[in-house]
């Protein structure tokens, strides 16, 4: 149940299914005797689309969730196990085509490689079902192999946990597959604008992890500057606006340890 609603509601609060369903509004509203109601809906969305276009503070949600964890942490000589959390490969175009298909998000598989060349002992981890309600025939932890391979893991053992559908179930089904002792050393890869809550479900799941995030998309610093890109504005208002509302969220239902979790807890 909560997987559906999680999804449903994802699509309901995208930025540009909202515009396009006000912009529809106001556009049948213009043909009643509502007309100057339609002026104002029509002229608000307008604004409200400007400022996604033109202001720099769409940027400064995910710049605050960026910057939440260490880059490049400090790791330990010892290494017992390293995670890389799904949502990379895109299965369904790599059946399709016949090779597989990564999207944004890649250097969670590269650092994933990196650090498996660094510490040769460690257990490896991919964890990635089918996060497509309609779809979960195709699992993407089934076709991620072969690039690994590429990668300079082939002969590795990794452990493919292909179930899970969100992050929460990526640490619950994870953690029952590998059953991790308590005592060990264990790196988690995410996004950065995704490890605050990954490592708060992990937490939560009584995995204690150490964050290592990857795939920046800001440069750390909160700009001031203007520029003029609806596309971008969306696009950064739809990232961030999902991470947070995931964040009170899972932390409301008990899925995280904290509502902002850091490196202090």
Request: with cysteine; proline share 6%.
């Amino acid at each position: 149940m909560f997987f559906w609603a999680s999804k449903i509601f994802g699509v309901v609060v995208q930025p540009a299914n909202i515009l396009l369903i006000v912009l529809c509004l106001g556009a049948v509203l213009l043909w009643t005797r509502w007309r100057r109601g339609a002026r104002w809906v029509m002229t608000v969305t307008a604004l409200l689309a400007l400022a996604m276009a033109t202001l720099p503070v769409v940027t400064w949600p995910i710049v605050a969730l960026e910057n939440r964890f260490q880059v490049s942490p400090a790791l330990p000589e010892k290494v017992d196990g390293i995670i890389s959390l799904g949502g990379i490969v895109n299965q369904f175009v790599s059946k399709a085509r016949g090779q597989t298909s990564v999207g944004p998000g890649a250097e969670r598989l590269t650092e994933f490689a990196l650090l498996a060349r660094r510490y040769p002992a460690a257990r490896l981890v991919f964890t990635g079902g089918s996060g497509n309600p309609l779809k979960q025939d195709l699992k993407e932890a089934d076709y991620l192999r072969p690039f690994l391979d590429k990668l300079g893991l082939a002969g590795r053992d990794v452990v493919f946990e292909d179930q899970s559908r969100n992050t929460f179930e990526n640490a619950v089904f994870s953690k029952r597959l590998v059953e991790p002792a308590p005592d060990e050393v264990w790196v988690l890869i995410t996004s950065a604008i995704h490890i605050p809550r990954a490592v708060g479900v992990f937490r939560q799941a009584g995995w204690k992890v150490i964050a290592y995030p990857v795939s920046f998309a800001t440069e750390g610093r909160y700009q001031t500057d203007l520029r003029f890109s609806l596309g971008r504005g969306m696009g950064h208002t739809s990232i961030w606006l999902h991470e947070w509302v995931g964040l009170v969220v899972y932390w409301v239902t008990g899925r995280s340890d904290s509502l902002f979790p850091g490196p202090g807890g």
